[in-house]
């Protein structure tokens, strides 16, 4: 009786055993599925931050393309007041920080107005178009060249002395003054009057603005002056 009560217990014994083990992968099986899922879950995460990404770097594309048209002058393909206020502020602050040097021109065409009054707008876009051209082949590649509006332009100069301002702006006029068109079987001239701001620590973009804008009025009264 003892060995079969001993026999029961031993093989109860077994069986407990061989329960708790039978009952330890259905405990793994839930662990394994959470962490299929955790690396789908990463999949989809990893896909929709690329696809941010994506959308991210368009719409900053979009932003810069507006800014650009924004900032340019349709006709003449140069920055128009606000992108030339904006190239000049950062060029400010770089010879600020860094003492460099350079010239703002300003400078008015004229004679532009009876153009326009006598041949049409279309003419005096023509010859906005060829001053244009003019100012950009007289300057280097690291200058700017904008329009402020009307007939009005600015060129920022870099790494210049007064002297070569002044020098630089007499070339200018005498490049515009050199300019012949034909409208209507008649020929035109036109002419420019440069003012110069010299630019350095102390400069403000609006007040080197007005102080090349004012020096060019000077410059306008003293060429009528010597023409008549």
Known sequence: MKKKAGARASKA???GRSGR?????????GPRRQAVSKVTGSDGDRSAV????????????EIERLTAIAE???LLDIPNRRGFERELSRSIAFIKRYSARAALLVLDVDRLKPINDTFGH???????QAIVQALVSQV?????VGRLGGDEFAILLWNLTETDARAKAAALEEAIDGLR????GKAV???????IAILDTHSDTRAAIEQADSAMYVRKAQRRHEAG
């Open 50 to 61: 690329r696809r941010l990404r994506r959308e991210l770097a368009k719409a900053r594309s």
């Open 140 to 144: 280097r590649a690291s200058d700017v």
């Open 189 to 195: 001239q036109t002419g420019a009057s440069v003012g």
């Open 122 to 128: 279309a003419a005096g876009d023509k010859v906005l």
């Open 13 to 15: 014994a077994k069986g």
């Open 21 to 29: 083990k039978a009952a330890l992968p259905r405990a793994k099986a």
């Open 72 to 74: 340019t002058d349709y």
């Open 181 to 184: 068109f034909s409208f209507g």
